[in-house]
């Protein structure tokens, strides 16, 4: 038999947490390694089981489900995440999607998706409940119209790319180099290199750019 899949379950309604763990102990392919009623303690439960997988609910106490995996990637903790939401929100999906999790399921459809989700997730590939999906392609759609907006976009390098995001997310340089390991002075030949490549004008245009299309950087490859 397989090795077992790790998950840790968090969510602030204990009669909602309560039947998520028995739906996965019910399966013989998962191992509930702990469960937690708010983000912060989730984390913490996360860096100390270091779980495959971790089903978060996108709205807790402490620190909400896109704080829990904002601070997974910062940390870089090898837990994926399912986050769980009541409602089909576009903007808090699109910044899910921009901090790279791979599960997105409704709560309603929670009992038939979070098993399919979790074991997808686990193994790096991206689960979406079927309601969501036309705001996954609505999402698509956008970056390939951005992209043809702003012609220079493509010709950016998957690092100029992330650091654009991080510039987006009101990173200073000091913060994008602590983070990727690089000096400030790289960090600020990227941004004079991704100015130019988007032909942009002036000390804070870069900035300006990359919040007004925070949503669709997010989205970019």
Known sequence: MSKRISVVIADDHPVFRRGLREVFEEDARFDVAGEAADGAAALKLIA???????????????????????????????????????HADEELFDEAMGL??????????????????????????????????????????????????????PSLSPMER????????????????DELKISVRTVDTHRQNMSQKLDLKGSHSLVKFAFEHKADLSALE
């Open 48 to 86: 100390e089981a270091r779980p495959a997988a971790a089903v978060l609910d996108i709205r807790m106490p402490q620190l909400n489900g896109l704080q829990v995996a904002r601070e997974l990637a910062r940390q870089k903790l090898p837990a994926r995440v399912v986050m769980l939401t009541s």
């Open 162 to 177: 992330r650091i654009l995001r991080m510039i987006a997310s009101d990173r200073t340089s000091k913060e994008i180099a």
């Open 100 to 153: 790279g999790v791979l599960g997105y399921v409704l709560k309603e459809n929670a009992v038939a998706d979070v098993l399919a989700a979790a074991e997808n997730v686990a193994n790096g590939r991206m689960f979406i409940s079927q309601s969501l999906t036309q705001m996954l392609v609505a999402r698509r759609a956008r970056v390939r119209e951005f992209a043809g907006e702003h012609t220079g976009v």
